[in-house]
């Protein structure tokens, strides 16, 4: 399993914290995108990366922020601005430009107490 | 933007039946269309994919076929097994640079 990897596998959060959840490729993509995925549902872009330095909203990106200082690496912090965190998060990466598929990572599964 | 809908929510099957799930999408220039397969806990994972310039791709038990006119793309799982229990996702492109529009999910449950 190895390519793109997430950490940690679970974690834990008091409401009011921000929390930074991890994500590293070394498949030499250039995209790489963060997925929310609540249960039974399917899976919602919250930010996306097509190059070093450069990111954009997705479809649900208030709560979260993201950096791209690195090709390999896209982390996602929750902040205390989210108002409904507790989900399995997902980090994803592709070939661009083009079509192709995503390779996912392990995700996080985030619980807020 | 693009608009994927799957359907259905669920699936249940007699093991060595078929399983059949389809999507339809919204925008015309679309011009790939993968399926994930997703086990409990565990990271989608792509099980076949086609791409516009065909209308069917087999691999083993596995079928896609696509429908550009109608604009629909279905899955396929013949001779079902136990481990094809899980949630199975399709996409289609949106927007620019490999983004893609994931549809709700099916889960599949094969009893024996």
């Known amino acids: 399993d190895g390519g793109i990897t997430q950490s940690p596998k679970y974690l834990f959060r008091k409401e009011g914290q921000n929390v930074t959840l991890s994500c590293e490729q070394n498949?030499?993509?250039?995209?790489m995108y963060w997925y929310r995925q609540d249960p039974g549902q399917g899976l919602r872009l919250i930010y996306y990366?097509?190059?070093?330095?450069?990111?954009q909203k997705g479809d649900i990106a208030e709560g979260y922020s993201v950096s791209r200082e690195k090709k390999e690496s896209f982390p996602l912090t929750v902040t205390s601005a989210q108002k409904n965190p507790t989900a399995f998060y997902l980090c994803?990466?592709?070939?661009?430009?083009?079509?192709?598929?995503?390779?996912f990572g392990p995700g996080t599964r985030l619980t807020v107490l | 933007g693009e608009n994927v809908e799957q359907h259905p929510s669920t699936l249940s099957v007699q093991e060595g039946d078929s399983a059949v799930i389809k999507c339809t999408y919204s925008?015309?220039?679309?011009?790939?269309f993968p399926w994930y397969k997703q086990e409990l806990g565990k990271r989608p994972q792509l099980i076949i994919d086609?791409?516009?310039?065909?209308g069917e791709k087999k691999d083993q038990r596995i079928a896609v076929t696509l429908n550009k006119t109608a604009k629909h793309f279905s899955l396929h799982i013949t001779e079902t097994q136990p481990e094809d229990s899980a949630v199975y996702f399709c996409?289609?492109?949106?927007?620019?640079?490999?983004?893609?529009?994931f549809g709700a999910g099916t889960q599949v449950v094969v009893t024996p």
């Open positions: 994803a990466s592709s070939i661009v430009p083009g079509n192709n598929e995503q390779f």
């Open positions: 498949l030499n993509h250039d995209a």
């Open positions: 990366s097509q190059i070093v330095n450069d990111f």
């Open positions: 925008d015309s220039a679309s011009n790939y």
């Open positions: 086609i791409r516009s310039n065909v």
């Open positions: 996409a289609a492109p949106s927007g620019s640079w490999g983004k893609l529009q």
